[in-house]
């Protein structure tokens, strides 16, 4: 039972568009909300993460927004970069003391130049 | 700091071998964890270890797979033996909840196991 799903493998867009990759959960208990990124050969990098009492977070050119009603998340790259090619991962964690984050599938973002 | 290091980056071995993979945790972090990465599952914990006591090895796949904590700076995680659906790209993980408990984790490279 998947509690974290990317349903899009792959995204592509046009350099300096705006990127959205999506991101639904059916656990309700999770409470904190992440996204990394990883390059081919590398470990995944952490970018951003958001509070289930938030709805947005915003940092830089990355923007999450969270929409605990539908269980859904986003994040939204603007203006997007032929840098940003890489697959993204969301990630949630439950409440409490546990501290173990449970990982999507991932989605490939190509920015094309 | 250097971050997580995972050793070896790349690990070819015969099926029924033992497969040792080390990491080394970023000094100061309490928690560690190991992932797999496959095409089919994605990323999926393994184990992970509290003040290097595991926590959680629910998702440890079989006996087969068992994982070792024996200081703060040094984790392994065993196959004995091999099998080559074991092929995948293991990560060592490890985070701090000082301050804000802050549940961002810190990867290492990874290990990618080919078992033939």
């Known amino acids: 039972d998947q509690q974290v799903k990317q349903n899009s493998p792959s995204l592509s867009v046009q350099e300096g568009r705006i990127s959205i990759l999506n991101c639904d959960y059916t656990?309700?208990?999770?409470?904190?909300f992440l996204w990394y990124k990883k390059y081919p050969a590398e470990g995944p990098t952490f970018l951003i993460s958001?509070?289930?009492?938030?709805d947005k977070n915003e940092d830089g050119r990355f923007t999450v927004f969270l929409n605990k009603s539908a269980k859904h998340l986003s994040l939204h790259i603007v203006p997007s970069q032929p840098g940003d090619s890489a697959v993204y991962f969301c990630?949630?964690?439950?409440?409490?003391?546990?501290?173990?984050?449970?990982f999507g599938k991932g989605t490939l973002l190509t920015v094309n130049p | 700091d250097a971050g997580v290091i995972q050793s070896p980056r790349h690990e070819v071995t015969e099926m029924g071998q033992e497969v040792t993979l080390r990491c080394k945790p970023i000094?100061?972090?309490?928690?560690l964890f190991w992932y797999r990465q496959t095409m089919m599952r994605g990323l999926e914990l393994l184990i992970y270890?509290?003040?290097?006591?595991?926590?959680?090895d629910s998702g440890m796949p079989e006996d087969r797979f068992s994982a070792k904590m024996p200081n703060a700076s040094f984790s392994t995680l065993k196959i004995q033996p091999s099998e080559p659906r074991d092929s995948a790209v293991y990560f060592c993980?490890?985070?701090?909840?000082?301050?804000?408990?802050?549940?961002?984790?810190?990867f290492g490279q990874g290990t990618r196991l080919t078992v033939v």
């Open positions: 990630a949630a964690r439950s409440g409490g003391s546990n501290y173990k984050l449970t």
């Open positions: 000094s100061g972090h309490d928690y």
């Open positions: 958001i509070s289930s009492i938030k």
């Open positions: 993980a490890s985070s701090s909840t000082l301050g804000q408990g802050n549940t961002e984790a810190f």
């Open positions: 270890f509290n003040n290097n006591v595991p926590i959680d």
């Open positions: 656990n309700s208990m999770f409470d904190y």
